[in-house]
């Protein structure tokens, strides 16, 4: 099975970074994802990470490191539409998506 | 980028009756699909996974003859959730994936009250 721990909620001022941790432990790894939901909406994809390393996206980046079973997710110069909720994902070899409880970024002006 | 479409976005039924979800990859050809359900305030949880043609795998604690899936043809999967009860009331979002793809594409959900 899949255990994924994120923090529940964080706070963050508007043009500010946050930082968004996740940690694992599976027992299949085929990638791992970020996606961001808004309330009442599906999630919309946002990062890839299946190598060690960060993968920078503009204002979003996101680093994995296999070994640790942990990866983050960097927000940078946070704007208020970026209030939403972040949820980690862990794909196994079937391609089936796992995901955290998800972290509700709230972004104050 | 590719699309998929969820019909309806929202239905109210009432207790016992069957509703039908339908998920559509409009612009590519979906090899497997996923069905989630989603209560407030909680994340993602995979209900099952369809291939086209061939029976859905269904995750642990949900029951296949509860919630009916069909992936009759490559960009199109059905849910049925059948004699509803207020219980079921949950957010329904499924995905497709390609066959030579990474990412799953999201629908944009279905929200499902049983009164």
């Known amino acids: 099975g899949q255990n994924i721990d994120q923090p529940t909620e964080m706070t963050a001022t508007e043009g500010a970074i946050v930082q968004i941790n996740c940690t694992y432990q599976?027992?299949?790894?085929?990638?791992l994802f970020w996606y961001q939901q808004h309330a009442g909406e599906a999630p919309t994809f946002l990062s890839y990470n299946v190598l060690d390393g960060l993968e920078e996206k503009g204002r979003f980046s996101s680093f994995l490191s296999r070994s640790k079973g942990y990866s983050y997710l960097l927000l940078k110069e946070l704007q208020m539409k970026d209030s939403a909720s972040y949820l980690c994902?862990?794909?196994?070899?079937?391609?089936?998506?796992?995901f955290g409880a998800g972290t509700t970024v709230t972004v104050r002006a | 980028g590719a699309v998929v479409s969820q019909h309806p976005s929202w239905v109210i039924c009432k207790s016992g009756t069957s509703v039908k979800i339908e998920c559509r990859s409009l612009?590519?050809?979906?090899?497997?699909m996923f069905w989630y359900r989603q209560f407030p305030k909680q994340s993602l949880m995979l209900m099952a996974t369809s291939n086209e043609g061939s029976k859905a795998t269904y995750e642990q604690g949900v029951e296949k003859d509860k919630f009916l899936i069909n992936h009759a043809s490559l960009t199109l999967s059905t849910l049925t959730v059948t004699s509803a009860h207020p219980e079921d009331s949950s957010f329904y979002i499924c995905s497709a994936r390609e066959l030579a793809g990474y990412e799953q594409y999201f629908g944009p959900g279905t929200r499902l009250t049983v009164t």
């Open positions: 994902a862990v794909r196994d070899g079937d391609y089936k998506l796992s």
């Open positions: 599976t027992s299949g790894f085929n990638g």
């Open positions: 612009d590519f050809q979906a090899t497997t």
